[in-house]
């Protein structure tokens, strides 16, 4: 059963810059595109950015430009860097496969401060 651990939130203010984790266990972590989504109050969860196995990236508009999604394989890692963050990034943020989701984790609080 594969398991999603998301880390590296906080409150940061704006302009400033945060890098978040997601460790996940299991075997197929490699072959599998990742997604970091958010979900900020009263809002639905949105696609953030994603990565395939062989580190293709996507980005939603939002953040391109500001964001940047990576992984490690060896480490069944995944992150997201975020550059000049604004107070419309303050969310919940989760990783997950970008196709067939499995359970959501509890994410991680990122809150920026105007």
């Known amino acids: 059963q594969v398991q999603l651990v998301e880390s590296g939130g906080g409150l940061v203010q704006a302009g400033g810059s945060l890098r978040l984790s997601c460790a996940a266990s299991?075997?197929?972590?490699?072959?599998?595109?990742m997604g970091w989504y958010r979900q900020a109050p009263g809002k639905q969860r949105e696609l953030v950015a994603s990565i395939t196995a062989g580190g293709i990236t996507y980005y939603a508009d939002s953040v391109k430009g500001r964001f940047t999604i990576s992984r490690d394989n060896a480490k069944n890692t995944v992150y997201l860097h975020g550059n000049s963050l604004k107070p419309e990034d303050t969310a919940v943020y989760y990783c997950?496969?970008?196709?067939?989701?499995?359970?959501w984790g509890q994410g991680t609080q990122v809150t920026v401060s105007s």
């Open positions: 299991g075997s197929i972590f490699s072959i599998k595109t």
């Open positions: 997950n496969f970008r196709h067939n989701p499995i359970g």
